[in-house]
């Protein structure tokens, strides 16, 4: 059976009608659009260091390559025998690398000259006392001579776990004032957390060492460490 060209036409304009006013038709069991607010936050909090990580280079100059590394040995055993009599245990003492090689000095004239052979003998040491830290330091420095070169001194804690948690609760809470203020403001209420995303790991920072002039002394600056996290919240709204 052929439709006439005016009941086509009909036909279309009532479709085009319905469909400009919106009527559509919807699944009875389709899910309404959740509506959601996500907010980012940070917390922080400040710890002081319980332990001092440093270190250090025995080094030495001599005319053979064994002569280096048995000096440098030598110089090591002694700066060992000072960490240990400063209450240093032997699993906090690493050797970081050990090195021998021809050391040359250059001049216009003579261009590059041998000067002899120059052993190298790197630790990292743990302080677990920080309080002891200047202690000894001095006393590496009195056991190297001028043989020993110190690289580096950092403040730390030991066990960051507390800490940590209690910047993640700060982050937390501060999530959760930003989150309520947004949603009184939009005249709505939070409902149940959608997701919590941790943006990058944990920020660890802190200070380090200087000499106190009236003793003589060196002195270990612990200050305070920073732990801070970042996160990104979303709630589900009500």
Do not use: C
Not at 50 to 62: L, S, Y
């Amino acid at each position: 059976m052929k439709l006439g060209t005016k009941f086509v036409t009909a036909l279309g304009l009532t479709i085009s009608t319905l469909l400009l006013g919106g009527i559509i038709a919807v699944p009875a069991n389709a899910a309404p659009q959740s509506r959601t607010i996500t907010v980012s936050a940070t917390g922080s909090v400040k710890v002081t260091p319980d332990a001092v990580r440093i270190n250090a280079t025995v080094t030495k100059v001599a005319t053979s390559n064994a002569l280096a590394l048995s000096e440098v040995g030598t110089f090591a055993a002694a700066v060992r025998k000072a960490l240990l009599a400063n209450g240093i245990f032997s699993k906090d003492i690493k050797t970081q690398s050990l090195t021998v090689y021809p050391e040359y000095n250059y001049t216009q004239d003579k261009g590059s000259v041998l000067i002899g052979y120059r052993g190298s003998q790197s630790f990292e040491i743990v302080v677990r006392n920080a309080s002891n830290a200047g202690t000894v330091v001095d006393a590496i420095v009195a056991a190297g001579s001028d043989n020993l070169q110190l690289n580096g001194m950092t403040p730390f804690v030991i066990d960051s776990t507390k800490a940590l948690t209690s910047a993640q609760n700060v982050a937390v809470k501060n999530a959760k004032a930003k989150a309520a203020s947004y949603a009184k403001l939009l005249g709505v209420k939070l409902g149940k957390v959608n997701y919590l995303i941790e943006n990058s790991s944990p920020t660890y920072s802190g200070p380090l060492i200087a000499m106190d002039k009236g003793s003589g002394s060196t002195v270990v600056d612990l200050g305070q460490q920073e732990v801070t996290v970042s996160i990104t919240v979303s709630w589900n709204l009500l």
